[in-house]
C-alpha cells in the first residue's frame, strides 16, 4: 500500500536547521509532484514547497524562502526538506504530500518546535 512516512523533526533552537526525508513507497514515486505543507496549531495548513517530477519548485510563503530548500531522490524514493535559520514562528507539524493528476497521498506528519 501507498506509504509516506516523514522522519527528521524535532526540538531546535532559533537560529538552527533540521532536515526532513520523506520515504514514499507503494507507488511510482518518479512520477509524482512532491509537496510539503505544514501546519501550526490553530491554523490552516499551509504550503511549504513542491518539487514536481521534473524537478521544477515551487516555494510557499515568502517568510520561508531563502530558507527552505526541497529536493527529491528518485533512486531512493525520498524527498527532503533542508529548513536553515529556523525561527519559533516556524513551529508546526511538517507533512509530506504526493500528487499526480488523479491521486493524492499524505504522510503522517512530522513536529518541528523551534523554541529556546
Known amino acids: 500500500q501507498v506509504q509516506l512516512v516523514e522522519s527528521g523533526g524535532g526540538l531546535v533552537r532559533p537560529g538552527g536547521s533540521l532536515r526532513l526525508s520523506c520515504a514514499a513507497s507503494?507507488?511510482?514515486?518518479?512520477?509524482?509532484?512532491m509537496s510539503w505543507y505544514r501546519q501550526a496549531p490553530g491554523k490552516e495548513r499551509e504550503l511549504v514547497a513542491t518539487i514536481t517530477s521534473t524537478g521544477g519548485i515551487t516555494n510557499g510563503a515568502d517568510s520561508m524562502k531563502g530558507r527552505f530548500t526541497i529536493s527529491r531522490d528518485n533512486a531512493k524514493n525520498t524527498v527532503y526538506l533542508q529548513m536553515n535559520s529556523l525561527k519559533p514562528d516556524d513551529t508546526a507539524v511538517y507533512y509530506c504530500n504526493a500528487a499526480d493528476w488523479a491521486h493524492m497521498y499524505w504522510g503522517q506528519g512530522t513536529q518541528v518546535t523551534v523554541s529556546s
Open positions: 507503494g507507488f511510482t514515486f518518479r512520477n509524482y509532484d
